[in-house]
């Protein structure tokens, strides 16, 4: 699914609405290049899980975790992990907990990463602020989030 957003606060709403389908134990990876709306598609995603604290990028901290929302929040960037080889980080904790996970850069941990999960690539189209947010499901749980959101 390919959807184009024309602003920041369109690619929130879209995060916003993917937010009211998320149930405990799911994840959602987000790849993009640096600046693309990795840290504002989760903003979203806080804000429709009523998460009312700023949400910052975990570049530095590997993970944040918001636990004030309808559902618990982890933020997970794996930018600095990129040569990182077998590492035992106990993300599974997170990924089959009680709360939702975001993971950015996700593709360079993919060995750590569950079987299942939503995955949405975000480009910047050239000269513009506008964001293509390609959306792909693994596994059943996830395919019907994307049939909802083709329905609405």
Do not use: C
């Amino acid at each position: 699914m390919k959807i184009i957003t024309t602003n920041e606060q369109e690619t929130k709403k879209m995060a916003e609405r993917i937010a009211g389908s998320l149930e405990p134990g799911m994840t959602i990876l987000l790849e993009g290049q640096l600046g693309a709306g990795k840290t504002t598609f989760t903003k979203g995603i806080a804000e429709g899980l009523g998460i009312q604290r700023i949400i910052k990028s975990p570049t530095y901290t590997l993970i944040k975790e918001y636990t004030d929302g309808t559902l618990p929040l982890y933020h997970m960037d794996l930018y600095r992990l990129e040569d990182a080889e077998d590492e035992d980080l106990g993300l599974e904790e997170y990924f089959y907990g009680d709360g939702v996970t975001i993971v950015e850069w996700g593709s360079y941990m993919q060995d750590e990463l569950p079987d299942e999960y939503l995955m949405i690539q975000i480009s910047v189209l050239p000269d513009s602020e506008k964001r293509e947010l390609i959306i792909t499901a693994q596994g059943e749980k996830y395919q019907k989030i994307m049939e909802r959101l083709e329905d609405e």
